[in-house]
């Protein structure tokens, strides 16, 4: 784990950072990006049930089966006060795979996502101990507290959508990704990832800063 990582970790226990391409990127997949990302896209349909927003990682949310699992932990959280280990390693892991998905839709890496290696893309959360480290009933009411949180994204996605138009022009007569621009929409993933933590998958019961920053 890189030093970005371990603050964003130590700051808030979702951490969430994309390695700058500090090279040229290829200009070739980046402006036929939307086209190269179907494959990989629809394989992330298939195991999150075809429902998520692919910039801000593509995270769905599902009752069981397919997507993430929010309902079975929350029930286990308010009745046995346990979080299954293997469903917290699902959720992490296909919200790692979902990222890395939205980040090379953002086009902030020209690598084609892999399925299970972690590449540029770095999203760690602790395993939570439901008994001392959660409220057992908080889980009813954080989709609900978290809803001022859904409102600043809404906006701050509008402003990532023209920010990787403004990258994708960048890029093609550059070959560089403008970092200020990357720092942006890194940091709106960064929130994203903090609220669906806290909201979603219920690692913790921290409310997410208002924050793009580590």
């Given at each position: 784990?890189?030093?970005?990582?371990q603050?964003?970790?130590e700051?808030?226990?979702?951490?969430?950072?994309?390695?700058?391409?500090?090279?040229?990127?290829?200009?070739?997949?980046?402006?036929?990006?939307?086209?190269t990302?179907?494959?990989?896209?629809?394989?992330?349909?298939?195991?999150?049930?075809?429902y998520?927003?692919?910039?801000?990682?593509?995270?769905?949310f599902?009752?069981?089966?397919?997507?993430?699992?929010?309902?079975?932990?929350?029930?286990?959280?308010?009745?046995?006060?346990?979080y299954?280990?293997?469903?917290y390693?699902?959720?992490?892991?296909l919200?790692?795979?979902?990222?890395r998905?939205g980040?090379?839709?953002?086009?902030?890496?020209?690598?084609?996502?892999?399925t299970?290696?972690?590449?540029?893309?770095?999203l760690?959360?602790?395993?939570?101990?439901?008994?001392?480290?959660l409220?057992?009933?908080?889980?009813?009411?954080?989709?609900?507290?978290?809803i001022?949180h859904?409102?600043?994204l809404?906006?701050?996605?509008?402003?990532?959508?023209?920010?990787?138009?403004?990258?994708?022009?960048?890029?093609?007569?550059?070959?560089?990704?403008?970092?200020?621009?990357f720092?942006?929409?890194?940091g709106?993933?960064?929130?994203h990832?903090?609220?669906?933590?806290y909201?979603?998958?219920?690692?913790?019961?921290?409310y997410p800063?208002?924050?793009?920053q580590p």
């Open positions: 784990m890189n030093e970005i990582d603050h964003a970790i700051s808030y226990p979702v951490g969430f950072s994309v390695d700058y391409p500090d090279r040229a990127l290829d200009r070739l997949t980046t402006a036929l990006r939307i086209f990302v179907i494959p990989i896209a629809i394989v992330l349909a298939t195991i999150s049930g075809g998520g927003d692919s910039a801000g990682g593509g995270q769905a599902a009752m069981g089966g397919a997507g993430l699992l929010f309902l079975p932990p929350l029930l286990m959280i308010v009745f046995r006060q346990k299954p280990r293997w469903w390693e699902w959720n992490l892991q919200l790692r795979f979902s990222n998905v980040v090379y839709l953002a086009l902030m890496d020209d690598r084609y996502p892999s299970d290696e972690q590449q540029s893309v770095h760690d959360f602790g395993y939570p101990d439901a008994k001392e480290g409220n057992r009933w908080l889980p009813l009411v954080k989709w609900f507290l978290a001022p859904y409102v600043v809404f906006f701050l996605y509008i402003g990532v959508i023209f920010a990787v138009i403004g990258a994708w022009f960048a890029i093609l007569f550059t070959g560089r990704y403008p970092r200020g621009i720092d942006f929409v890194e709106v993933i960064r929130w990832n903090r609220v669906v933590g909201a979603a998958v219920l690692v913790t019961d921290r800063p208002f924050s793009l």
